[in-house]
């Protein structure tokens, strides 16, 4: 079975340069998760998808950051314009549908540096 | 709102020694609670969970963790470490409610000494 795909896996912009993450889930599962993980923490949750709609992004920083999943399947995770702080690893996640009694299962991340 | 401490940042042991790894979460309730290890160059994968029943859980690789409602923990142990548990480890519980994310402790880095 394939595992959660991540592009790029390394990323280095600039302060207020736009850079965007690809996310391709498992096949079938419905739900997915773009999580941000800083380092020494642990990954945090920016938004989460049902299918193509978006069942919790309140911790998203609406103001730079932007994800979508138009088809229910890939999803792109935006931020225009970086900042410092924004250095971090993105990490995807998807399961078979929402419930934490589904397993999430993660991508190998793009780890974002912005000088 | 429901959150997660892991009071070990690293730990560092030498094979065959135990290994107890402490997580805490804020509130009580109905919890799920996980286990997650990340080891060098490699995903972030399921390592244990507990949903309900026998608080003793049993995961891969011979991991075993202990829900104790009691005391809002659900520490992770192995007897015998080996070189290869090398990783770092992370608790996790959902926020409340059934969306299924997950709230991440800190993480705990394991080195195991050959």
């Known amino acids: 079975e394939a595992g959660v795909a991540q592009s790029p896996r390394y990323k280095i912009i600039e302060k207020r340069q736009s850079v965007a993450f690809w996310c391709n889930p498992i096949?079938?599962?419905?739900?997915l998760y773009w999580y941000q993980q800083i380092l020494g923490q642990g990954p945090k949750l920016l938004i989460q998808?049902?299918?193509?709609?978006?069942?919790?992004d309140s911790q998203l920083p609406k103001d730079r950051f932007s994800a979508e999943r138009l088809k229910g399947v890939d999803s792109t995770l935006k931020i225009q314009p970086a900042k410092l702080e924004d250095s971090a690893v993105y990490l995807c996640?998807?399961?078979?549908?929402?419930?934490?009694?589904?397993?999430?299962?993660f991508g190998p991340g793009t780890r974002l540096t912005v000088l | 709102a429901q959150s997660v401490s892991q009071h070990n940042h690293h730990v560092i042991l030498s094979e065959a020694a135990s290994l107890e790894l402490g997580c805490n979460y804020s509130?009580?309730?109905?919890?799920?609670l996980f286990w997650y290890v990340q080891y060098p160059g490699q995903h972030l994968q399921l390592l244990l969970k507990?949903?309900?029943?026998?608080?003793l859980v049993k995961g891969i690789k011979g991991f075993e963790a202990e829900f104790i409602k009691s005391k809002f923990s659900f520490n992770l142990r192995k007897p015998s470490v080996q070189w290869s548990d090398t990783a770092e480890y992370f608790c996790?519980?959902?926020?409340?409610?059934?969306?299924?994310?997950?709230?991440f402790g800190k993480g705990t880095k394991l080195s195991v000494k050959p």
């Open positions: 996640a998807s399961s078979l549908g929402t419930g934490s009694y589904n397993e999430q299962f």
């Open positions: 096949s079938g599962h419905a739900t």
């Open positions: 998808f049902q299918n193509n709609g978006v069942v919790d």
């Open positions: 509130y009580g309730g109905t919890v799920n």
């Open positions: 507990y949903f309900s029943g026998d608080p």
């Open positions: 996790a519980v959902p926020p409340g409610g059934s969306q299924g994310n997950l709230i």
